[in-house]
């Protein structure tokens, strides 16, 4: 699928990078570009790429970058697709001020565990605020990702159906993708 180079800053402020080598799945990090073979060939490939693997991370390493193997089965179906979704938002812009965000943000932080879905407060928050739908959903989105929503990232979080406090934090849960050490 691809690599990655994260540059990250720690707890200290202090700068550090992080390499992510990344395959949809385990069985990526053993094949070969090769997709013929003997049994022969596949044993050899595979042997292949677990030291061009090896290598890369003695390259990184000796730049002190730690490399992570991450795959897509690594990652929680729906965390994946809420962090796809919310990231989508991160450029939109919204019509309202600052201030106003945060009591729309406090109206929305309002609704979660309750039986209420997000389109369902929304006429009133448009009317209150004087903003339109595309705010509504932008600061929501936009809240959750910036953490000030705290919603539970491993069920789907959609506009039309109530939000579920945050069961597992998700920097706690992938965490050890981010850290400068393992």
């Given at each position: 699928?691809?690599d ?5 800053r720690?707890?200290d ?23 013929k ?18 290598l890369e ?44 965000r ?7 932080r ?39 929503l ?33």
């Amino acid at each position: 699928m691809g690599d990655l180079l994260l540059f990250l800053r720690d707890e200290d402020n202090t700068p550090f990078c992080i390499n992510w080598t990344v395959k949809k799945d385990d069985n990526g990090f053993k094949r070969g570009l090769d997709l013929k073979s003997t049994r022969t060939r596949e044993e050899n490939r595979q042997q292949r790429a677990k030291f061009r693997h090896e290598l890369e991370c003695i390259y990184y390493e000796d730049a002190g970058i730690r490399t992570v193997q991450v795959t897509q089965a690594k990652i929680d179906f729906d965390v994946a697709c809420n962090l796809r979704q919310l990231y989508g938002y991160q450029q939109h812009r919204i019509s309202v001020s600052a201030e106003i965000r945060q009591k729309i943000e406090e109206k929305l932080r309002s609704i979660i565990g309750k039986h209420v879905a997000p389109i369902d407060v929304s006429r009133t928050i448009i009317e209150e605020f004087g903003c339109d739908l595309h705010d509504c959903r932008t600061i929501l989105y936009q809240g959750v990702w910036n953490r000030r929503l705290r919603v539970d990232l491993f069920s789907p979080i959609t506009f039309d159906h109530p939000l579920k406090p945050e069961s597992r934090d998700v920097l706690e849960v992938y965490g050890h993708w981010f850290g400068r050490a393992a």
